[in-house]
């Protein structure tokens, strides 16, 4: 996965600030999911999302790739 461009950044963080499940990439065209809806959604489900807002145990617990990153919002 390479690193979400600034826009995109941007964009994730006004989503979650609006408190929104997902913004379009502006580079890919996809819908993305925000760490806000990730969080709601109670506990990470290992899947690699972009935006994952749980901690690197629980990512590693839910069987999440090794080394695959993450993005949330705020910021860690």
């Known amino acids: ?5 600034t826009l995109a950044l941007r964009l994730h963080a006004a989503a979650c600030e609006r408190r929104e499940a997902g913004y379009i990439d502006p580079d890919s ?4 999911l925000t760490s806000h809806h990730l969080r709601e959604q109670g506990e990470c489900c290992g899947n690699g999302c972009r935006h994952c807002p749980w901690d690197i145990e629980d990512q590693r617990d839910a069987g999440r790739i090794e080394g695959a990153p993450a993005y949330p919002y705020p910021a860690r």
């Not at 996965?1 to 461009?5: D, F, G, L, Q, W």
């Not at 065209?29 to 993305?32: A, D, K, P």
């Open 1 to 5: 996965m390479t690193r979400p461009s």
């Open 29 to 32: 065209g996809l819908f993305v």
